[in-house]
């Protein structure tokens, strides 16, 4: 193909290669480990939905029955929510309405790629500010940037993803005081913070866009539901953009089923991983070399003295972590935290590779 059929924006983009994985253990996305679908209620609504569900007939653009249960589960009006295909394609929807090429986009870095992927693809540019030791974010930095620059956009991921880190909701509500355009607040993994949702402040801020999914907490990241809570107006102009049909039928019964029961959902789903998470922090934490970060989520950044040698020993021991080529984050692993059994498999491995690292066998 000719590349100059492409848009200029992308043509320095590397393909996409999700290479197949041989691990029977697969803890490098984030993903649940349970099913909802395992939940007898949420099978019997869903399967009494899916009877009823026309294949022929498109789905419900702006999935009202969906909306109305999401706002109901994070306190807000119907006509907040605004449902997507995954938070990913919220993401997109959010670039493609406020981003013009040349503008710019604020994020902190490191962070999750898809925002700054989709600037790109626009032709908008992404200033990062780098997290301070720690993968502490440099809060007085970014608050300088903002006012600085007054960027179209600024995302604010919190917790953060890779990284793990939760803000205080004041910061956040400050960087929310300090733009005079944009603030998306990505809290997709909000259910494992155990802190409380910028979404209660809504009615006080008219730039600001707060992501959610039912990828993470709730195990549907198969199914691509996720969305957006903003006042009114912004959900009517996130609406210009949106795919029309973006949401299939099966997702949003689907979804719906699970919204109905969410409630015991968390409560089957986050408990025992985030005693999980605390067991392997402290696991990973009391070996040498080993620094496993606090994290408010389902998921562990570890770093370690050789990365590749980890992911090597993580590998034939049947696991698969995520791994990163960027400068920032070398020799670290993003570690998804999912049941106690497979923790302790992890931990176990750690333990005999930083053992041998310091000349022990
Ligand atoms: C997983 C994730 C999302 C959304 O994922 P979807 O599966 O597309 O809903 C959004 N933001 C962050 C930071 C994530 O890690």
Partial sequence: MNKEWLRR????????????????????????????????????????????????????????KLRAALADYVCCRPEEVLVGNGGDEIISVIINTFLDADDTLLVHAPTFDIYSIDAQIVGAKTVCVNDLPGFKRDREGLLQKVKELQPKVTVICNPNNPTGELLPLSFVEEV?????????????????????????????????????????????????????????????????????????SISQIAALAVMKHSQMILQHNVPPTLAARQYLSEALNALPGVTAYPSATNFLLAQVPDGAAYVKALSEADISVRAYKAAALKNCLRITVTTMEVVKKVAEVFKKEAEYAQGGN
């Fill in 176 to 248: 929310v005081q300090a733009a005079q355009n944009i603030v998306v607040v990505d809290e997709a993994y909000l259910e494992f913070a155990g802190a409380e949702s910028i979404i209660g402040k809504l009615n006080k801020y008219d730039n600001l866009i707060v992501i959610r999914t039912l990828s993470k907490a709730f195990g549907m990241a198969g199914l691509r539901v996720g969305y957006a809570v903003a006042q009114k107006e912004l959900i009517e102009a996130l609406s210009l953009v949106k795919p029309v049909y973006n949401v299939s």
């Fill in 9 to 64: 924006s992308i043509r320095s983009f590397e393909p996409y290669d999700v290479p197949e994985l041989k691990e029977k253990i697969i803890i490098n996305a984030n993903e649940s480990p349970y099913n909802v679908f395992d939940f007898a209620e949420v099978k019997a609504d869903f399967m009494a939905s899916f009877a009823e569900t026309p294949s022929f007939r498109y789905p419900d653009p702006f999935a009202k």
